[in-house]
């Protein structure tokens, strides 16, 4: 019995340094003096000015931030309505080859959908002559269309347990179709519509495989930009960068848990 209750707190102590040891170690040599990031040499904030200073990581981090906002909405708009069309009609015509084309990107290597989508690009140009050429434009199609499958697959979830009693009250009380989704379904799937366009944006930003296949000239993410620095070597201005983003994404998180935490007194007054 001893050594059981010795074995969980071990095994999750070990687990979470695992985890985490490497992102408290990239953060601390953010502040690191030296340009050697396995050195230690004194406290500095100098890699942060280098950070802003360099032109070529600024201007990949806003391109991946308004690539990724663009493909998560276009994501969310079309996740949605697959959702709609797979969870309300049940029966319908090719629906088993409509939901394995959704599905697909989920299970599919990266390496093969870039692969795909590039040859698709090149021969969509020489028979239409459109997308002339790689860049934004096609980079912001791949994502939009691996990241609709995500967004698919949480708005279904949500939708599978929907109650349709509220929104047959509607249509009873006059509302049409359009106006019962958009004044009753809508405001209910919100939290499933939220949580898969930021899981579309944080696929989007993450992506590197994709965007390298089907990306041209001046139009390299934020993922490729880091990923040619590091092969030169690990600079200490890629460790601030990443500070920065856990930094954001840590305060995002510590809002939201606020947001619950003050919710949660309300529903009980309720």
Known sequence: MLRRGWFLPIAAVLGFAFLYAPIVSLVLFSFNENRLVTVWTGFSLKWYGELFRDPQMINAAILSLQIAAIAATIALVLGTLAAVALVRFRRFRGRTLFSGMVSAPLVMPDVITGLSLLLLFVAMESMLGWPQGRGILTIVIAHATFCTAYVCVVVQSRLSDFDRSLEEAAMDLGAS?????????????APALVSGWLLGFTLSLDDLVIASFVSGPGSSTLPMVIFSKVRLGVSPDVNALATIIIGIVAIGVLIATI????????KARA
Request: proline share 14%.
């Open 259 to 266: 947001i619950q935490l003050r919710a949660r007194p309300k």
């Open 177 to 189: 179709p359009v106006r019962t989704f958009f004044d009753i379904t809508l405001p209910i799937i």
